[in-house]
């Protein structure tokens, strides 16, 4: 298939980029290599790509109607996965515009763009994050998801509307994915497990927030990139059981399908860290900070549906993931 990947020198697009690369497909990826973390790691993401003769690459921002309208129309995609966005809980509370430019505006251009141009099947990234205030876990798709806690979270929740507004007045058929807190080799350096690993293996101290009462549902890269591969080959559909008088959030009479994915097993992030110090080899100097504004204290999956819809659930090991990105980091950056 010839695909479009949008957030192509991030973390998960790159992996997505190359996943589908191996396996023969025909890829554009587009970023706009901002500088939220260093653009030097993006564009080492990017040479790894660089040896698919079925590969091209553009620098575009999403926010870019005019850009995005010609690169929809010249670029003939038969399907996209959307995974470009601006990323970031705490950054969405003190820069809110651009995640209004980035995940608003620019995820109404994808739309467009598939609208306009007949695409086949649309995938992007949604987010835990979207469960927001809920407290009961695992977290169902089925679960109410209309207290966001944050600007990033509520822009995530958007895109789940807009879409399926897509999906029923044009039929464009999307999926959306609501990741859990990803992890593993070439990671953002923005995330808790960079930034521990980071600091562990310098000796520096690391801030412990909530004074390390949260536990999150680390999803390895790998698990999710192959839930996002299998996504986009089971194009969503309608669901005949749905019902205006008891409407599921989660399915529609319209092609419009949301899945959890993550790894079903939240992990204390004490143990969390506990496992990142076995791996580098050196204790963590800890200091201890009370909880952050737009926290949550705990993330849980329940994946059923993924699993029913594509046969796959996450299932990497934590300590297997973090050993490979605990690899990873000293290699690439030769600690």
Known sequence: MRVLVTGAAGFIGNETARVLLERGDEVVGIDNLNDYYDPALKLARLERLAGHNRFSFEKLDLADREAMRTLFAEGRFERVVHLGAQAGVRYSITHPQAYLDSNLAGFGHILEGCRQNGVEHLVYASSSSVY???TRTPFRVEDNTDHPVSLYAATKKANEAMAHAYAH???LPATGLRFFTVYGPW???DMAPMIFTRKILAGEPIEVFNEGRHERDFTYV??????VVRTLDTIAAADPAWSGDDPSPATSSAPWRLY????SAPVPLMEFIATIEQAVGRKAVMEMKPRQPGDVLRTAADVSALEAAVGFRPHTPLAEGIGRMVGWYRDFYRV
């Not at 790998?222 to 839930?227: F, P």
């Open 132 to 134: 927001g205030a809920n």
């Open 169 to 171: 007045l044009y039929g």
């Open 187 to 189: 990671g953002r350096p």
């Open 222 to 227: 790998g698990d999710i990139v192959e839930g």
């Open 260 to 263: 959890n994915i993550g790894n």
